[in-house]
């Protein structure tokens, strides 16, 4: 039979606690989202948007349309501050951005370069970053905004399951 003294179980239990607790908190894990967003102009007033988001961020958007910059050529420069809230309840929290394109039509817009970053939120989604990359179209005559989005993000190890 083998016997311990006292302080050699008390170093194997801290031992084991600390190997446990570094595991759980093992840092963030990293994941590829995508998925299609659709909201209409003028959903909860004037200069915003709402609608929904499907794919990896299921639920529901709100955008406030902070400017609208229009260039030589039909380039347009939309810039805007995003609300997200996940089915789940979560808020995703995201800086503000600028989406880019050009006017192919009368009041029709193609989104080419959109991109958006997110810089945490509540839940699954506190202390969370990540870069996503929209295309779409704007379209101002209807009021309809539709597109898609890809991206990485990275959510903190919570300890949890």
């Given amino acids: 039979m083998c016997y311990l003294k006292a302080t050699q179980v008390v170093m194997v239990a801290c031992l084991g606690m600390l190997l446990s607790v570094s595991t759980a908190w093992a840092g963030s894990h990293c994941a590829p989202v995508g998925g299609s967003f659709m909201t209409d102009v003028g959903g909860f007033g004037d200069n915003t948007t709402l609608g929904t988001v499907a794919g990896d961020l ?7 349309i902070l ?13 805007v501050q995003h609300h997200l809230v996940t089915e789940t309840g979560d808020m995703v929290f995201m800086d503000r951005a600028e989406a ?12 080419t370069d959109y991109k958006v970053h997110l810089s945490g939120g509540t839940g699954r989604y506190a202390g969370a970053t990540g870069d996503m990359t929209n295309i779409g179209e704007a379209d101002f005559n209807t009021g309809h905004i539709i597109g898609r989005y890809t991206g990485q993000i ?6 949890t399951p």
Avoid: D, P, R, Y
């Fill in 100 to 111: 880019h394109g050009v006017f192919v039509a009368s009041g029709l817009a193609a989104l």
């Fill in 154 to 159: 990275c959510t903190v190890a919570t300890g």
């Fill in 67 to 79: 400017g609208i910059t229009t260039g030589e050529g039909g380039t347009v420069t939309i810039k």
């Fill in 58 to 64: 299921k639920g529901a958007i709100g955008v406030e």
